[in-house]
C-alpha cells in the first residue's frame, strides 16, 4: 500500500516496458517489505543481513540478465538497472551484494568461463546458494589494478596462487571468489578459488563508517593450490576484469538513483509536514530551493541512465559512456543525501531516518568500482585522445 513515491517527473514510465515495470515493481516491493524494516539495525551493528540472500534471488538480483539456461532471470539492461535502483533506495551495501554477484562474480564466469564452469557454478550463485567475491584491489593497487602483485605459477598438476586483495566486499562469507592475478609472463588471468582450499583465509575489514550493512574484507593467498579447471580460459589481460567492472558500473549508475531517490521522497514528505514558524517547512523558498534541485537532478540522471540502458541492449555503450553515467549519478545522489540530511535538521542525523546512512553509504560508491576522479580522467582520456593518468 505505502509504496515508496516513484519520483517519476518526465514520465519515464511510458517509456518502460510492462516486464520493466513488473520487475521494478516487483524489486520495490521486496524492498520495502524485507529490507527497509531490518536494514537499519543490520547497519547500526555492522552486519550483513543473511536472511534477505533469498529474497535476493527471488527478486531476480542475482544474475539478472544472465541466461535462464545457466539460472540467471534472462532479463534486459534496464530491468537490471531497475533492479538496482530498488535495492539502493533500501541501501548501497545491499545493491553491492547484488552487483558483485551478477556482474563481478556471475559476468566473468558467463563471459570468460568455459561450459563446464558455467554449468558448475551459475545457477548456484543465481539462487544464492553460493555468495561469491571479487578481487582486484590490492593494499598497493586500487586505481591502478594493472600493477598487481598476486600471482600463480604453474606447478604442473595446479596453479600455485600468492598475494592479497583487500577492500573486497563479500570476502567475509563468499564460498567463492574470482581472483585477478598474474601468471608467470605478467599476464593477467581470472582464477576461482574456493573456500576451504589451503591457505586461502578471508579477515573481515571492520570499523567502516559507511557500507555497514556490507562485510567486507580481505582475500588471502599463501601458497593456495588451485585446480587447473579453475581458471577463467576465455579473457585475459586487463581488459578481462575491466569488462566485468563496465557490468557493475552500469548498475551502480541506476543504483545511486535509487538512494538519491530515498532521501529525497523522504526530505519531501518531512518539509511538508514539519512546521517551523507556523508553517511547513516546505513552504520557505530555501527548502524548495533544495528540492527543486533534488527532483531535477534526479530527473536528469534517469534519463542518463535509461539512454545507455538502451545503448547497452543494443551492445553500443562504450566504457567512457558508462564511466560519465557512474560518475555522474554517484555524485548526484550523494550531494541529494547531504542537503536532504539538512532539511530534516537534527531529525536527520538519526537512525530513525535513512538519508544519514545513504549519505556514508554513498562515500563507499563514489571510491569504488573506479573513484570519482579516475571516471573524470576516463572522459578525459576519450574526448582529448590524452591519457592523464600516469
Ligand atoms: P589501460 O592501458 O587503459 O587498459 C588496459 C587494457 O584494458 C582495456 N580496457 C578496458 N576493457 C574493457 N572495459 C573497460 N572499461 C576498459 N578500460 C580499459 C584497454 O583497452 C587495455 O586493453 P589491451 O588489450 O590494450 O591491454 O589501463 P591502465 O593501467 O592505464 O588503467 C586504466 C584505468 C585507470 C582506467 C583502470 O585501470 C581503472 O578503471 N581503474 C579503476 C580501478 C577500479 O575501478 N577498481 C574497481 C575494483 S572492483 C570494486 O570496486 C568493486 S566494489 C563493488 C561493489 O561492492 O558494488
Ligand atoms: P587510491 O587508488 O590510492 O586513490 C586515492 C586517491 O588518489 C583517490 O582520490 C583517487 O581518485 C586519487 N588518484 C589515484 N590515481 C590518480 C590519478 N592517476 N590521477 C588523479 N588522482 C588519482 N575492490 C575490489 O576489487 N573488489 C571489491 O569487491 C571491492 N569492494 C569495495 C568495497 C568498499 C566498501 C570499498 C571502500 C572499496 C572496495 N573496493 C573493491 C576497492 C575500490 O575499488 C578501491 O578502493 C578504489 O578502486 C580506489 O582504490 P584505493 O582505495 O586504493 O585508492
Known amino acids: 500500500a505505502d509504496l ?4 517519476d517527473y518526465y514520465h519515464i514510465d511510458d517509456l518502460l516496458t510492462d516486464e520493466h515495470k513488473m520487475v521494478r515493481d516487483a524489486a520495490r ?45 534472462g532479463l534486459d539492461q534496464i530491468s537490471y538497472g ?26 566473468p564466469i558467463y563471459q570468460y568461463g568455459n561450459e563446464e564452469q558455467r554449468k558448475k557454478y551459475l545457477p548456484k ?48 562469507f563468499c564460498d567463492i571468489a574470482v581472483v585477478w592475478a598474474k601468471n608467470e609472463e605478467g599476464r593477467i588471468h581470472g582464477l576461482i578459488v574456493e573456500r576451504g582450499m589451503e591457505g586461502f583465509s578471508t579477515p573481515e575489514t571492520h570499523n567502516k563508517w559507511s557500507l555497514r550493512a556490507s562485510a567486507t574484507g580481505e582475500l588471502i593467498f599463501n601458497d593456495v593450490k588451485v585446480p587447473k579447471e579453475n581458471l577463467l580460459p576465455n579473457k585475459s589481460g586487463l ?31 518531512y518539509a511538508k509536514e514539519r512546521i517551523q514558524f507556523g508553517k511547513p517547512i516546505a513552504g520557505f523558498q530555501l527548502q524548495q530551493k533544495k528540492l527543486a534541485e533534488m527532483i531535477t537532478e534526479i530527473t536528469k540522471a534517469q534519463l542518463l541512465a535509461l539512454r545507455l540502458g538502451q545503448l547497452k541492449n543494443e551492445g553500443k555503450a562504450t566504457s567512457a559512456q558508462i564511466s560519465m553515467a557512474k560518475r555522474n549519478n554517484v555524485e548526484m545522489a550523494i550531494k541529494i543525501a547531504r542537503e536532504a540530511r539538512q532539511i530534516l535538521g537534527g531529525m ?17 560508491v563514489i571510491t569504488y568500482e573506479g573513484t570519482h576522479d579516475i571516471h573524470l580522467l576516463i572522459t578525459g582520456l576519450d574526448i582529448t585522445g590524452i591519457s592523464a593518468f600516469k
Open 125 to 172: 550463485l543465481a539462487s544464492g546458494e553460493f555468495m561469491g567475491s571479487f578481487g582486484l584491489t590490492e593494499p598497493d593497487h586500487g586505481s591502478n589494478p594493472g600493477g598487481m602483485i598476486t600471482n600463480f605459477k604453474d606447478k604442473g598438476d595446479y596453479y600455485l596462487l600468492n598475494g592479497a586483495k583487500m577492500w573486497i566486499s563479500n570476502s567475509p
Open 29 to 73: 516491493d521486496w524492498v520495502k517489505r524485507e529490507v527497509s524494516p531490518i536494514i537499519e539495525e543490520a547497519a547500526q551493528k555492522a552486519e550483513f543481513p543473511q536472511s534477505i540472500v533469498k529474497g535476493l534471488a527471488e527478486i531476480g538480483a542475482f544474475g539478472p540478465y544472465i541466461p535462464e539456461e545457466y539460472g540467471g532471470a
Open 4 to 7: 515508496f513515491q516513484a519520483p
Open 239 to 269: 581488459g578481462a576484469p575491466l569488462g566485468c567492472l563496465d557490468s557493475a558500473r552500469y548498475g551502480i549508475a541506476w543504483g545511486a538513483i535509487g538512494a538519491a531517490m530515498d532521501c529525497y521522497d523522504t526530505a519531501l514528505r
Open 348 to 364: 536527520g542525523i538519526t537512525g530513525e531516518y535513512s538519508i544519514m546512512r545513504h549519505m556514508m553509504n554513498l562515500e563507499s
Open 82 to 107: 531497475l533492479i538496482m535502483q530498488e535495492i539502493e533506495r533500501g541501501d548501497s551495501g545491499v545493491r553491492s551484494t547484488a552487483s558483485v554477484q551478477s556482474s563481478l562474480v556471475m559476468y
